[in-house]
Nanobody
Framework: QVQLMESGGGSVQSGGSLRLSCKVS????????LGWFRQVPDKEREGVAA??????????TLADSVKGRFTISQDEATSTLYLQLDSLKPEDTATYVC????????????????????WGQGMPVTVSS
């Protein structure tokens, strides 16, 4: 059973940085994606970043809204997924959650939540102006 546990959320001023962590356990797939999503009340969940793992080869995908500011990475030794958030803006305020999608995903679908089957509990990130 896949389990995910996030940490690192919090409050920061505009222009600041945070690093989110997601400890992942129970993955047995050779091909899978790890993703970060965010959600604000009354809006649909947004895919922010993903790492697609294909038998050891990793490919990252970032939403246009965060390109140049956010970085996704994975430490396989500690089974931890990271999201580095730099140059934060008030509009980045949301609940951030990590998730796992088993199997192959086309590049165009790696930020689509419907492919992700296991989710963490989510944590708030607040950016003040």
């Amino acid at each position: 059973q896949v389990q995910l546990m996030e940490s690192g959320g919090g409050s920061v001023q505009s222009g600041g940085s945070l690093r989110l962590s997601c400890k992942v356990s129970g993955i047995t797939y050779a091909v899978y994606a790890l993703g970060w999503f965010r959600q604000v009340p009354d809006k649909e969940r947004e895919g922010v970043a993903a790492i697609f793992n294909d038998r050891g080869t990793k490919t990252t995908t970032l939403a246009d809204s965060v390109k140049g500011r956010f970085t996704i990475s994975q430490d396989e030794a500690t089974s931890t997924l990271y999201l580095q958030l730099d140059s934060l803006k008030p509009e980045d305020t949301a609940t951030y959650v990590c998730a796992v999608a088993p199997g192959w995903l086309s590049p165009a679908t790696r930020l689509h939540e419907r492919h992700y089957h296991s989710w963490g509990q989510g944590m708030p990130v607040t950016v003040s102006s």
